[in-house]
């Protein structure tokens, strides 16, 4: 399975983005997320949507900004992202199925888009 993000850009403090992440296979069945990493800080889990939408988690810092979704029908993932703010300037990637050996988290990664905000 091959993950490809599109969507990100630049905007201005308060702006909004709608990240996409389109799958190459079917995904219908894995939990998916979204990453971010800003330069110099580690990665950073930024939400979580379970394999059929209806459980969803975030990062306390996007909570009430920020809305995953997902169409199974389409295999591609969305980020509504909102109410921007500089502190989400950074490169967001996508990531489907989780590891059941637990190595890593994902077994799928996008190349990740950049998103920065400027005031």
């Known amino acids: 399975v091959q993950l490809a993000e599109s969507g990100g850009g630049s905007v201005q403090t308060g702006g909004s983005l709608k990240l996409s992440c389109s799958a190459s296979g079917d995904i219908s069945s894995c939990g998916m997320g979204w990453y971010r990493q800003a330069p110099g800080k580690e990665r950073e889990l930024v939400s979580g949507i379970s394999s059929s939408g209806l459980s969803t988690s975030y990062t306390n810092s996007v909570k009430g900004r920020f809305t995953i979704s997902r169409d199974n029908a389409d295999n591609t993932l969305y980020l509504q992202m909102n109410s921007l703010k500089t502190g989400d300037t950074a490169v967001y990637y996508c990531?489907?199925?989780?590891?059941?050996?637990?190595?890593?988290?994902?077994?799928?990664w996008g190349q990740g888009t950049q998103v920065t905000v400027s005031s």
């Open positions: 990531a489907a199925c989780r590891d059941p050996a637990g190595v890593r988290d994902y077994l799928y």
